[in-house]
């Protein structure tokens, strides 16, 4: 019997990540999920067991060189073929250009950009010799235009923007499908809630994002048919202003 294709979710949390990575689970997909601590995994590993799905928790550093290799090495060789790579890693720290740190700045370009170009050329290096696969980039409003106050992520959201549109102009006519979400907007999450109460109160309005709704989108676009791949999806609620 064929093994089932694997979901990659880097950056499994609690709202967005793990959305994506039940949706994945529930489409009959193998998932893995990494964060550096595995420990943070288990209620969204149980909770996929629970429901009847396949999931793996890794512990995994995105943005050092040799856990990337030695993680998708682990994952081609024990639980099956990367099918889909989704990365999600979140590196939003508002601070001021006159406060703002180099060791800050570069931790956030780490995470959000250098972190996102191991992962990618890691798994491309398995895709393309079979000729198959989806790449999926978590962007934010940050992708498109900076903000005060934001100097840090949005350099690093602005770069892996690039590195999606470079990847797919590459990796397209290979038969890899990439794609970049750019979530513009609040997202329902614990903190929204303790930090915004006053946007977490326009849930009740469908005001701010449902993750379960974010996930569907990256599901759709793991199914497009080739000859009509979508490369970027702006998702936001029908009361965000853009």
Not at 27 to 32: D, E, F, L, Q, R
Not at 72 to 80: A, F, K, R, Y
């Amino acid at each position: 019997m064929p093994s089932a294709p694997v979901a990659l979710i880097i950056g499994a949390g609690d709202a967005t990540g793990g959305a994506i990575a039940r949706r994945f689970a529930r489409g009959g997909h193998a998932v893995c999920v990494t964060r550096r601590s595995l420990d943070k995994l288990e209620p969204l590993v149980e909770q996929i067991r629970a429901e009847g799905g396949r999931v793996m928790g890794y512990a995994s550093d995105a943005r050092k060189e040799d856990d990337v290799i030695a993680l998708i090495e682990e994952i081609e060789s024990t639980v099956g073929e990367i099918d889909v790579l989704v990365f999600n890693i979140g590196a939003n720290v508002p601070c001021s250009i006159l406060d703002e740190t180099a060791r800050k700045y570069f931790k956030v370009w780490e995470m959000a950009c250098f972190a996102a170009f191991l992962n990618a050329r890691e798994v491309a290096r398995r895709m393309v010799p079979r000729g198959r696969g989806t790449m999926i980039f978590t962007g934010a409003t940050a992708s498109l235009r900076g903000s005060a106050n934001f100097a840090a992520f949005s350099g690093a959201k602005h770069a892996l923007r690039a590195l999606a549109q470079s990847l797919a102009r590459e990796l397209g006519r290979r038969g890899i499908h990439v794609a970049h979400v750019v979530v513009d907007g609040a997202i329902d999450t614990a903190f929204i809630r303790e930090q915004f109460p006053e946007r977490y109160a326009l849930k009740s309005q469908d005001g701010i994002l449902n993750p379960e709704h974010i996930a569907e989108n990256y599901w759709m676009l793991h199914q497009q048919p080739r000859d009509a791949w979508t490369h970027e999806l702006d998702l936001r609620p029908w009361l965000e202003h853009f």
